[in-house]
């Protein structure tokens, strides 16, 4: 899933390094958490250039499995502190109840088509109008998120009444809301961004719908917001939005330049193209939020989940699909810091990605993040030195890897990551050079149409004429020769 290599320190060279030293890059420390390793007393000058330096290494794709969260989060949710456990045994209601729930449905859905209507109309005070004139801190977000609407280049948008959530206002905030009802729903929002989305985003948002002197408001976009669960980008903060040629940037917050984005995302495409061919859509849609929790919010991540990751991809959708709508997310602080070359690597290597569909591609990760990085060293090239370091290192020391890398040597807490990295592209590097680039194209399409099993085999004999085994043997022989082993 990440990016870590020698080619890290390649990327870092544009970095300034507080201490101007050129610490050697670090093997990620196996299964520590991230934040843990930092700022040990004594041990930060040590710890903390070498932390930096691993960061600027990282890039990363969610493929498909990873980072989809959505109404499954919203069962295992904590609700309030008020509110019972989940092992309370659930009384059936009664037909009174039913019916009250229906008519809440009804009176909520007929807001959000309020909403919707307001927003494709470009309507601002009808938008408002379905605002709970009480709750003045959501007037203003609600303001914000009109305004992010109307930025951005919909297509469609929509808002679908899913379900209520019985427990999730606890009694303390049903009596600030007031009113004669208040409740809590999850709500289906899906949007489409014209001219990049062939199909749309969707999220689940939580809506607090409050009725008061007959008239029902919505009243918050984030109450019991579970942890883990996605946010659509224009409900985090103010956006920036600059489109390019083949690219829309969408910026949160005003320390970020879209802009300045938009030149390197194209390139990125350009990039990608030259190598993938131009069978695919050609666009990407890059995020560049300010902060962390942004980021967390996007990726519906688990606190402090990225802090090493400079980019990640990922399909803005709760299941992998085909045609999903595809986004880039960077991390603020390690993406800034990457300079001018790094993101340029970061970017193509994530923009291969989305045009070969890896998020919901069957291609084992060596394939994926070997090709990723083919095309993106490709296109900026890099010394081999420093590319693949720490896998020189382990050849010169007569640890020729045995296999190609498992899909559990890409997990982020892997202790030999630079070297699946690094091993990966060796691989992909081999078949380009050996059979041409086009072959290992085509190697990587068949494996992707595959639906079977033995789509990694078939494609091997099929479009490289030898089995896996006799790969890895000349595999190996090309890393030693490399290493200079
Ligand atoms: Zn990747």
Redesign the pocket.
Known sequence: MS?LTGAGEQRGAEVIDEHGDTVPLPVVPSGGDPEKLDYHPGKSRAVAPILKKVALGL???LVAGAGYAGLQYIANAPAGPNTRGSHQPVSTPSADQAQAGVQRAVAGEAVLQKMADAVATDHRSEFLNTIDPNSTAFQATARMIFGNLSTLPLGTFQLRYVSEDASGLTPDRKLELGGTQAWLAQVEVSWQLSGFDVTPARETLPVTFVTRDGKTYAASFSERFAAGQRRPVWALGPLEMAKGKRSLVIGLGSATDAKSYVPVADKAVESVSKVWGKKWRQKVIVYLPARQAQMEGILGAQPNTYTQIAAV?MAELDQPAANAPVRIVANPKLFEELGKQGRRIVLT??TT?VASNATASPVPLWL??GF?DYVAFTAVPVQDDSAAKELFKAVRAGKVPATLPTPEAFAASAADLPQAYESAWLANRLIAEREGQDKLVAFYRAVDRSGSTTGLADAFKSVLGMTEAEFVAQWQKYLKRLAGA
Do not use: F, L, N, P
């Open positions: 990016r890039a990363v794709c991809t290597h994530e990605h994926a993040e990723a």
